[in-house]
């Protein structure tokens, strides 16, 4: 399995859904940094949207043991273990389905994949549920980043849930004032009156058995010119291999992404100048990335989430044990809509990327 991923921050993820726990290991760290545990834990709490009735009905507890690489609230320098414990599992919802492909999720690909060896009780490895120790990881990249790179903050917002759409922002300096918060960080959007129509959007394919897809922007400000390198290691091939490890995640575009393949260079190009002695553009089409290396605009990536394959319409599959055409109705806890959980993964993996670029 390719469970691990970095050149300098180096991280490996483990576990599966419905096991004993989850967990990551961290290597590559520099010894000395001040690790503050309470935001740490701030960031799972984040994923985890416990009293969202727009979640999954399943509620963990998420509390994190560190079990290696900190001591006296820094960072030892040895490998940083972290373990959470799975504690609300319902296994019997996935043993009478076993042998019954869930449209949309791995399953079929994942037993071709593993001879059937493979755990797939909630989708084992292969689900949602292992977010949580990719936001553990990029909350220690937070806080790597924060000591030796205060000027860099990460932010995320919702674009788009179903047809409900929220605006481009065209003037990329607003990024630096969405990087300090939201009107409501639990639904962090440009327009906050959105909110309500986003949600009705969530409940209606709720009461339908049914869910809905969404994209969401992911933002860094104060990246200095410079950082990142061509081809395989651009700042967009390798951050992109991060956002795509985001179960659900079928896109990933920088800047106007889709939308340059409608305009003429003139029109997309971002014009240079000088304000108040410092380099800048006036637009920032290529959203802070050119030649796979950061221009020190704001860089600025959009992801697009499918809609949740858990759904309880009847759907047609396969008996995979008898070969044959069968009829599937989901039953369990699942999330109506990815995208409300999702954001604090999608800046968990872009700090993650970062300080593999700058440790």
């Known amino acids: 399995m390719g469970s691990t991923w970095g050149n300098k921050f180096k991280v490996s993820i483990f576990g599966e859904s419905h096991g004993h726990g989850i967990g990551a290991v961290i290597d590559g760290l520099p010894s000395g940094i001040t690790i503050d545990l309470e935001r740490v834990q701030h960031e799972l709490n984040r994923r985890a949207a416990r009293g969202n009735p727009l979640a999954t009905p399943r509620k963990e507890g998420d509390q994190i043991e560190i079990l290696s690489g900190i001591f006296n609230g820094k960072t030892t320098g040895a490998p940083l273990a972290g ?48 977010t949580a120790p990719l936001v553990f990881a990029g909350a220690i990249a937070k806080e790597i980043l924060r000591e030796t790179q205060p000027e860099i903050g990460i932010g995320s917002r919702i674009v788009s849930i179903a047809n409900v759409k929220d605006e481009p922002i ?130 600025v990536f959009q992801l697009a989430f499918k809609p949740t394959p858990s759904i309880g319409k009847e759907q047609q599959t396969i008996n995979l044990a008898e070969m ?13 809509c990815i995208v409300v959980r999702a954001f604090p993964v999608v800046e968990a993996v872009t700090a993650i990327c970062m300080a593999d670029f700058l440790l």
């Open 83 to 130: 373990l959470i414990c799975n504690e609300n599992t319902r296994s019997g919802d996935y043993a009478k389905t076993k042998d019954l492909m869930r449209p949309g999720h791995a399953d079929y690909a994942a037993n071709a994949r593993y001879d059937g060896f493979q755990d797939y009780r909630g989708g084992g490895h292969f689900s949602g549920r292992l």
């Open 170 to 299: 065209k003037d990329w300096k607003r990024y630096e004032t969405l990087s300090k918060g939201f009107e409501n960080p639990a639904f962090p959007l440009y327009h906050a009156n959105l909110e309500d129509p986003m949600k009705q959007a969530i409940i209606a394919a709720m009461e339908d058995d049914d869910s809905v897809g969404g994209i969401v922007e992911g933002f860094i400000t104060g990246v200095k010119p410079g950082i990142g390198n061509p081809f395989f290691e651009s700042i967009e091939s390798r951050l992109s291999a991060l956002l795509f490890s985001i179960p659900a995640v079928k896109g990933v575009t920088f800047g106007a992404g889709f939308d340059m393949a409608e305009h003429r260079g003139s029109e997309t190009n971002d014009a240079l100048r000088i304000e108040n002695g410092q380099i800048e553009t006036l637009t920032n089409n290529n959203g802070g990335i050119n030649g796979g290396i950061s221009n020190g605009m704001p860089i």
């Open 324 to 336: 044959k055409d069968a009829t599937l109705k989901i039953e369990g806890r699942h999330d109506p």
